[in-house]
């Protein structure tokens, strides 16, 4: 009956083996799910840390630098002085153009093209 008890010890031991691994296995997916559950928990914590200093950010720039239409209607405002300066640069200055482009195009003193000056040198027919 030696036979009989060594088959049940076998049984007993591959029971509490089974037992045993499947003990492990469980252990195994609780310990996954907690690294889930932790990661999840540690990702909700950093969207609201993020989100909070979003706010804060966004205060301190409304505060220093203004809300983007304060910062348009500057930027409106200082394009339309440049171009009023343009504009009284351009009427101060006009008369001037005008008569400047009027001696330009009506003083003419006609004198030979340069080319043709070296030209005639080389063959001989200027004296200058």
Known sequence: NKMAS??????????????????????????????????????????KYRAERETVFKAYEDKHLGTKA???????????????EMKRNVAGNKQQVIVRLLQLVCDIKPELHHNLILQKKLHGEFTN
């Open 6 to 47: 060594q088959t049940q010890g076998i049984q007993q031991l591959l029971a509490a083996e089974k037992r045993a691994a499947e003990k492990i296995n469980e252990a195994r997916k609780r310990k996954a799910s907690r690294l889930k559950q932790a990661k999840k928990e540690a990702q909700a914590e950093v969207e």
């Open 70 to 84: 304060d910062i348009d209607n500057q930027i409106r405002k200082e394009t339309e002085a440049q171009l009023e």
